[in-house]
Protein backbone atom coordinates (compact mmCIF):
# COMPACT_ATOMS: atom_id res chain seq x y z
CA UNK A 1 0.00 0.00 0.00
CA UNK A 2 1.59 3.48 -0.82
CA UNK A 3 2.11 6.28 1.86
CA UNK A 4 -0.87 8.22 -0.11
CA UNK A 5 -3.32 5.16 0.14
CA UNK A 6 -2.41 5.08 3.87
CA UNK A 7 -3.37 8.49 4.83
CA UNK A 8 -6.19 8.85 2.70
CA UNK A 9 -8.01 5.49 4.95
CA UNK A 10 -7.33 6.87 8.32
CA UNK A 11 -10.21 8.62 9.89
CA UNK A 12 -9.22 10.50 13.45
CA UNK A 13 -11.48 11.75 15.63
CA UNK A 14 -10.93 13.88 18.70
CA UNK A 15 -13.63 13.36 21.82
CA UNK A 16 -14.03 16.69 23.87
CA UNK A 17 -16.48 17.52 27.00
CA UNK A 18 -16.29 19.18 30.16
CA UNK A 19 -15.31 17.02 32.68
CA UNK A 20 -17.07 14.39 33.95
CA UNK A 21 -19.47 13.76 30.82
CA UNK A 22 -17.94 10.30 30.08
CA UNK A 23 -15.61 10.94 27.32
CA UNK A 24 -13.58 7.96 28.22
CA UNK A 25 -16.14 5.61 28.97
CA UNK A 26 -17.68 6.47 25.09
CA UNK A 27 -13.72 6.10 23.95
CA UNK A 28 -13.92 2.24 25.16
CA UNK A 29 -17.74 1.44 24.39
CA UNK A 30 -15.95 2.60 20.49
CA UNK A 31 -13.09 0.14 20.33
CA UNK A 32 -15.45 -2.76 22.26
CA UNK A 33 -17.41 -2.36 19.21
CA UNK A 34 -14.76 -2.12 16.77
CA UNK A 35 -13.55 -5.14 18.47
CA UNK A 36 -9.78 -3.65 19.61
CA UNK A 37 -10.81 -4.45 22.92
CA UNK A 38 -13.18 -7.38 24.52
CA UNK A 39 -14.09 -5.82 27.90
CA UNK A 40 -14.58 -2.12 28.43
CA UNK A 41 -12.98 -1.14 32.10
CA UNK A 42 -15.22 1.30 34.14
CA UNK A 43 -12.88 4.31 35.15
CA UNK A 44 -14.99 4.39 38.96
CA UNK A 45 -17.02 1.69 39.65
CA UNK A 46 -18.00 2.13 43.36
CA UNK A 47 -15.82 -0.46 45.00
CA UNK A 48 -14.42 -2.15 42.47
CA UNK A 49 -12.40 0.13 40.26
CA UNK A 50 -10.86 -0.54 36.88
CA UNK A 51 -7.91 1.34 35.22
CA UNK A 52 -9.52 2.46 32.04
CA UNK A 53 -7.70 1.78 28.75
CA UNK A 54 -7.06 5.05 27.59
CA UNK A 55 -6.10 6.39 30.88
CA UNK A 56 -2.51 4.74 31.61
CA UNK A 57 -1.12 7.71 34.05
CA UNK A 58 -0.90 7.63 37.79
CA UNK A 59 -2.20 10.99 38.34
CA UNK A 60 -5.45 9.90 36.12
CA UNK A 61 -5.88 6.73 38.07
CA UNK A 62 -5.72 8.66 41.17
CA UNK A 63 -7.96 11.99 40.20
CA UNK A 64 -10.36 9.61 37.92
CA UNK A 65 -9.65 12.29 34.76
CA UNK A 66 -7.83 12.20 31.73
CA UNK A 67 -4.72 14.80 32.66
CA UNK A 68 -2.69 13.92 28.92
CA UNK A 69 -4.89 13.08 25.03
CA UNK A 70 -4.82 9.04 24.65
CA UNK A 71 -4.61 7.68 21.18
CA UNK A 72 -6.27 4.20 20.57
CA UNK A 73 -6.53 2.66 17.08
CA UNK A 74 -7.98 0.09 15.83
CA UNK A 75 -9.35 -1.25 12.45
CA UNK A 76 -13.02 -1.30 11.04
CA UNK A 77 -14.00 -1.87 7.48
CA UNK A 78 -10.74 -1.63 5.72
CA UNK A 79 -11.01 2.13 7.64
CA UNK A 80 -8.36 2.70 10.48
CA UNK A 81 -9.86 4.82 12.99
CA UNK A 82 -7.95 6.72 15.63
CA UNK A 83 -9.57 8.46 18.50
CA UNK A 84 -8.04 11.01 20.35
CA UNK A 85 -9.61 10.79 24.11
CA UNK A 86 -8.32 14.25 25.37
CA UNK A 87 -9.03 15.67 28.74
CA UNK A 88 -11.87 17.63 29.81
CA UNK A 89 -10.46 19.74 33.00
CA UNK A 90 -9.93 23.45 32.19
CA UNK A 91 -6.34 22.43 34.06
CA UNK A 92 -5.45 20.70 31.49
CA UNK A 93 -6.77 22.14 28.35
CA UNK A 94 -4.29 23.55 26.36
CA UNK A 95 -3.31 19.94 25.83
CA UNK A 96 -6.98 19.30 24.25
CA UNK A 97 -6.53 22.81 21.97
CA UNK A 98 -3.45 21.09 20.47
CA UNK A 99 -5.02 17.60 19.80
CA UNK A 100 -7.76 19.84 18.06
CA UNK A 101 -5.04 20.58 15.08
CA UNK A 102 -4.66 17.03 14.52
CA UNK A 103 -8.58 15.86 14.03
CA UNK A 104 -10.43 15.50 11.14
CA UNK A 105 -13.80 15.64 13.26
CA UNK A 106 -15.18 15.89 16.94
CA UNK A 107 -17.68 13.91 18.87
CA UNK A 108 -18.85 16.37 21.50
CA UNK A 109 -19.81 14.53 24.57
CA UNK A 110 -23.04 16.34 26.68
CA UNK A 111 -24.25 15.03 30.08
CA UNK A 112 -28.13 14.82 29.40
CA UNK A 113 -28.50 15.57 32.86
CA UNK A 114 -26.30 18.76 32.85
CA UNK A 115 -26.95 19.55 28.67
CA UNK A 116 -24.09 21.92 28.04
CA UNK A 117 -21.30 23.02 30.54
CA UNK A 118 -18.59 25.88 30.32
CA UNK A 119 -15.54 23.68 29.23
CA UNK A 120 -17.69 22.53 26.70
CA UNK A 121 -18.70 25.54 25.40
CA UNK A 122 -15.10 26.86 25.18
CA UNK A 123 -14.05 23.42 23.10
CA UNK A 124 -16.59 23.83 20.81
CA UNK A 125 -15.61 27.15 20.36
CA UNK A 126 -12.13 26.35 18.92
CA UNK A 127 -13.44 23.60 16.97
CA UNK A 128 -15.75 26.13 14.87
CA UNK A 129 -12.54 28.96 14.50
CA UNK A 130 -10.72 26.03 13.32
CA UNK A 131 -14.20 24.58 10.87
CA UNK A 132 -13.96 21.15 12.05
CA UNK A 133 -16.76 18.90 11.80
CA UNK A 134 -18.68 18.21 15.16
CA UNK A 135 -21.09 15.19 15.91
CA UNK A 136 -22.72 16.12 19.70
CA UNK A 137 -23.24 12.97 21.55
CA UNK A 138 -25.83 12.77 24.33
CA UNK A 139 -24.38 10.47 27.28
CA UNK A 140 -25.79 9.31 30.25
CA UNK A 141 -29.58 8.46 28.87
CA UNK A 142 -29.78 5.87 31.34
CA UNK A 143 -29.97 8.76 33.84
CA UNK A 144 -33.02 11.03 34.67
CA UNK A 145 -31.97 13.93 32.81
CA UNK A 146 -32.97 17.20 30.23
CA UNK A 147 -35.93 17.21 27.58
CA UNK A 148 -34.67 15.98 24.20
CA UNK A 149 -36.29 19.54 22.84
CA UNK A 150 -34.81 21.70 25.40
CA UNK A 151 -31.37 20.19 24.98
CA UNK A 152 -31.32 20.72 21.21
CA UNK A 153 -32.48 23.79 21.74
CA UNK A 154 -30.17 24.47 24.17
CA UNK A 155 -27.38 23.04 22.18
CA UNK A 156 -28.11 25.87 19.37
CA UNK A 157 -27.99 28.28 21.25
CA UNK A 158 -24.93 28.28 23.52
CA UNK A 159 -22.80 26.36 21.11
CA UNK A 160 -24.40 28.14 17.99
CA UNK A 161 -24.81 24.74 15.93
CA UNK A 162 -27.57 23.87 13.90
CA UNK A 163 -28.41 20.27 14.73
CA UNK A 164 -29.87 17.84 13.25
CA UNK A 165 -30.65 14.63 15.28
CA UNK A 166 -29.74 10.83 13.26
CA UNK A 167 -31.31 9.13 16.86
CA UNK A 168 -34.14 10.11 18.82
CA UNK A 169 -34.42 8.50 22.67
CA UNK A 170 -37.32 6.46 23.95
CA UNK A 171 -37.87 7.22 27.36
CA UNK A 172 -35.36 8.28 29.69
CA UNK A 173 -33.54 7.00 33.29
CA UNK A 174 -35.75 4.78 34.73
CA UNK A 175 -38.33 4.51 31.76
CA UNK A 176 -35.52 4.56 29.23
CA UNK A 177 -36.49 2.04 26.43
CA UNK A 178 -34.12 2.98 23.94
CA UNK A 179 -33.16 4.82 20.20
CA UNK A 180 -35.04 5.34 17.31
CA UNK A 181 -31.96 5.36 14.58
CA UNK A 182 -33.78 7.87 12.43
CA UNK A 183 -30.51 7.60 9.57
CA UNK A 184 -31.13 3.56 9.85
CA UNK A 185 -34.76 3.39 10.46
CA UNK A 186 -34.66 0.70 13.51
CA UNK A 187 -35.24 0.72 17.05
CA UNK A 188 -31.83 -0.19 19.75
CA UNK A 189 -33.46 -1.75 22.76
CA UNK A 190 -31.69 -1.57 25.80
CA UNK A 191 -31.78 -3.49 28.39
CA UNK A 192 -30.38 -4.79 32.11
CA UNK A 193 -30.26 -3.13 35.37
CA UNK A 194 -27.37 -0.42 33.85
CA UNK A 195 -29.19 -0.28 30.81
CA UNK A 196 -26.43 0.04 28.51
CA UNK A 197 -26.08 -2.92 26.37
CA UNK A 198 -28.06 -2.92 23.27
CA UNK A 199 -30.48 -6.56 23.41
CA UNK A 200 -32.06 -6.13 20.33
CA UNK A 201 -32.26 -4.38 17.11
CA UNK A 202 -35.46 -4.30 15.03
CA UNK A 203 -36.14 -2.75 12.08
CA UNK A 204 -38.95 -0.53 11.82
CA UNK A 205 -39.69 1.88 8.81
CA UNK A 206 -42.71 3.58 10.23
CA UNK A 207 -43.14 5.00 14.10
CA UNK A 208 -46.85 4.95 14.05
CA UNK A 209 -46.83 0.89 13.31
CA UNK A 210 -49.14 -0.77 16.06
CA UNK A 211 -45.86 -2.97 16.14
CA UNK A 212 -44.10 -0.49 17.88
CA UNK A 213 -46.37 -0.97 21.58
CA UNK A 214 -45.70 -4.95 21.47
CA UNK A 215 -41.68 -3.57 21.01
CA UNK A 216 -41.82 -1.37 24.08
CA UNK A 217 -45.17 -1.25 25.49
CA UNK A 218 -48.37 1.22 25.24
CA UNK A 219 -47.29 3.71 27.84
CA UNK A 220 -43.93 3.91 26.15
CA UNK A 221 -44.70 3.84 22.63
CA UNK A 222 -47.84 6.75 23.61
CA UNK A 223 -45.12 9.53 24.85
CA UNK A 224 -42.66 8.48 22.17
CA UNK A 225 -44.98 9.01 19.35
CA UNK A 226 -45.96 12.47 20.92
CA UNK A 227 -42.18 13.41 21.06
CA UNK A 228 -41.69 12.27 17.38
CA UNK A 229 -45.41 14.46 16.40
CA UNK A 230 -43.12 17.26 17.76
CA UNK A 231 -39.99 16.37 15.60
CA UNK A 232 -41.74 16.26 12.31
CA UNK A 233 -42.48 20.09 13.29
CA UNK A 234 -38.77 20.56 14.25
CA UNK A 235 -37.62 19.58 11.40
CA UNK A 236 -39.90 21.39 9.22
CA UNK A 237 -39.27 24.42 11.02
CA UNK A 238 -35.38 23.52 10.61
CA UNK A 239 -35.70 23.12 6.61
CA UNK A 240 -37.62 26.45 6.27
CA UNK A 241 -34.60 27.95 8.03
CA UNK A 242 -31.99 26.32 5.97
CA UNK A 243 -33.77 27.48 3.11
Known sequence: MSFLSEIERRRTFGIVSHPDAGKTTLTE??????????????VKSNKIKKGATSDFMEIERQRGISVATSVLAFE???IK???LDTPGHKDFAEDTF????AVDSVIVVIDVAKGVEEQ???LVKVCRMRNIPIIV?????DREGKDAFDLLDEIEQKLGLKVVPLSFPIGMGYDFKGIYNIWEKNINLFTGDSKRDIEETIKISDV????LNTIIGDTAAETFGRSWNWWKVFIQILIKTII
Open 137 to 141: FINKM
Open 98 to 101: RTLT
Open 208 to 211: SDPA
Open 120 to 122: TEK
Open 29 to 42: KLLLFGGAIQEAGA
Open 81 to 83: INI
Open 76 to 78: YNG
